[in-house]
Nanobody, 122 residues
Framework: VQLQASGGGLVQAGGSLRLSCAASGISFSRSAMGWYRQAPGKQRELVAAISSGGNTNYADSVKGRFTISRDNAKNTVYLQMNGLKPEDTAVYYC?????????????????WGQGTQVTVSS
């Protein structure tokens, strides 16, 4: 199993980035996927999730700014991040849920990707 995240980088506040996560070794179209992030000195937090059927769930801090989507033909999940703020600076991780329920406070996660750094300058 491999979850290969890409698309991170350095951007100014107010800018945009799109993260991609290419999955292999899983039944992608039947999998709920998501993005977590971890800022320095903080715990990992769920950013966004998408079920196999396309239902989505977002952290309150990113609602209206971030959009999660998926392309089952490409086995890829995306995170479009607009209106970036310095507090969005973190390592972003792609994850695969154990089931298809994306609203649990403590999700059950099968796999984590390697992470991609997002840095937002003020």
């Amino acid at each position: 199993v491999q979850l290969q995240a890409s698309g991170g980088g350095l951007v100014q506040a107010g800018g945009s980035l799109r993260l991609s996560c290419a999955a292999s070794g899983i039944s992608f179209s039947r999998s709920a996927m998501g993005w977590y992030r971890q800022a320095p000195g903080k715990q990992r937090e769920l950013v966004a999730a998408i079920s196999s059927g396309g239902n989505t769930n977002y952290a309150d801090s990113v609602k209206g700014r971030f959009t999660i989507s998926r392309d089952n033909a490409k086995n890829t999940v995306y995170l479009q991040m607009n209106g970036l703020k310095p507090e969005d600076t973190a390592v972003y991780y792609c994850i695969k849920y154990s089931g298809n329920y994306i609203y649990a406070r403590v999700p059950s996660i099968d796999y984590w990707g390697q992470g991609t750094q997002v840095t937002v300058s003020s």
